[in-house]
Structure formats: C-alpha cells, structure tokens
C-alpha cells in the first residue's frame, strides 16, 4: 500500500512538474518574440539576429521533451533526459548566432564598471566581469 501510495504522488507530482514546464515554455516562446520585436522597433541588429535562434532552440527543446511520467520508472528516465540534454551545452548554431550580442553586453558591462571606478564608486573595480 505505501509503494502505491508513493508511486501515485510521485506521479502527481511529476505531472505537476510537467504542467510547470509547459507553462515555462509557453512563457519563454512569448518572451523572445516580445524581445525579438522590440530589438526590430529598435532597429538592434545583433539581438535581431540572436532571439531568433534562441527561439529555434526552446522550440527544440520543447519538442524533445517526452509525454508526461506515467510512473515512477518513466519520470526517473525523464530526469536522466534531462541531465543529458543540458549536459550537451549550447549548440553551435546559438553560440554563432549570440556571439555578436554576448560579445556587445559583456563590453557594456566593462564600460559600466569602468565609470563606476572611475567615479569613486567603492569596490566597482572588484565587480565580476563576464570573460
């Protein structure tokens, strides 16, 4: 009884978990295609070229993602899914298309800490800085 017991709110929770993803990939899709038109009213040439293929890839992502656990092996097989899948890292195709955009906002950020330095700002020059 306590097996069944167990196995059955695991596999509540996972549908939960399921629904929570979902929601988050819904959510995600909505989010680059509002950035993705606020960089074109803009007129942002390399974030115009970068939410497009990070769009490609949470599709991917979302495509690759199985049906709901139905019990306890299949949610434990899901996991293992998803350690791998964010284990591969980032593809190529997003790091060339973001590269140009990485590369601006990381300048950003040296020139930001760089004025706070330069005014006095105590412990900007200690602020990380992305390599």
Known sequence: MAVALSLFTSCAQQQRIQSDLDKIAQFSMTDLQAAQADAMRHNDALAMACYPVLEQW????????????????????????????ASSGIPTYVKIGCAALFIDVRDDMVKLVGFLASIGIKGAGALPVIP
């Open 58 to 85: 949470v599709a991917q992502l979302n495509a690759e993602r199985m049906a709901p656990p139905v019990g306890a092996f299949s949610a434990f097989q899901a996991a293992r899914d998803g350690v791998k899948g």
